[in-house]
């Protein structure tokens, strides 16, 4: 897993990169402005991507979680570990991104809003299990309690994605994945489609590089990490 994560990880921040740049010059100056919106709408080419991940990345970790708590893959625990970090980062971004946003289309920073609320718990979930596993003593107990916890706290996705739509909120309903089509002209809906694949490959190669910090970590003392530390300092 080393090995493969080293040589996966250039590949995901290459097209992360290329994506980016790409995805970027296509929302902030080709496509045009809202017509009620105006520019005020282009940070959705930040804030929905990071949205999306948020919820990938706890996907992801409460999946990988329960494979550890299940089978006892080390290698999944790992997965859960690394990825606890990113996924906060994205849900940290995507609400301060929503109130920037807020601020000027519904005159607040902040409302409490089933979607915001929701996002908020998320970001609580991620700190919860971070700081799960550095209380507890061993770091058997630790991975179990944690694992838990982020099984437990998946339940809260299906609630932020469908919150707009059981609950009255002001946060707008979905417009990309609704089953008829989406209600975004392709100028937009283009650069928000490729600004999800480069933050999909940001989570990716950030994943890799961390994976590979965790590995090393936990197998400090065999002795294919001194072989490969031997290698390095000569």
Request: hydrophobic letters at 55%.
């Amino acid at each position: 897993m080393y090995r493969v994560a080293g040589w996966l990880s250039p590949w995901f921040g290459s097209i992360c990169l290329l994506t980016l740049v790409t995805g970027l010059y296509l929302g902030l100056y080709v496509a045009p402005a809202d017509y009620e919106q105006g520019d005020s709408y282009r940070i959705i080419f930040i804030h929905v991507p990071a949205a999306w991940m948020s919820m990938f990345v706890y996907v992801v970790m409460a999946v990988s979680s329960a494979i550890f708590l299940i089978w006892r893959l080390k290698i999944a625990d790992m997965v859960a570990v690394a990825s606890a970090p990113i996924g906060a980062a994205f849900t940290l971004v995507a609400l301060l991104t929503g109130s920037f946003w807020g601020k000027p289309m519904w005159g607040t920073w902040w409302i409490w809003d089933a979607r915001l609320t929701s996002e908020l718990i998320l970001l609580f979930l991620y700190l919860g299990y971070m700081a799960l596993r550095g209380a507890m003593e061993t770091p058997q107990g630790a991975a179990r309690a944690a694992g838990i916890l982020a099984v437990v706290g998946v339940v809260n996705i299906p609630i932020i994605h469908f919150s707009v739509e059981w609950w009255n909120t002001l946060h707008q309903p979905a417009s990309i994945t609704k089953f008829d089509k989406p209600s975004m002209h392709i100028s937009m809906l283009k650069p928000l489609l490729i600004m999800v694949l480069s933050f999909q490959m940001l989570y990716f190669y950030n994943l890799m590089v961390r994976v590979r910090t965790v590995i090393l970590e936990r197998e400090a003392r065999t002795s294919w990490v001194a072989e490969l530390a031997g290698r390095r300092s000569s």
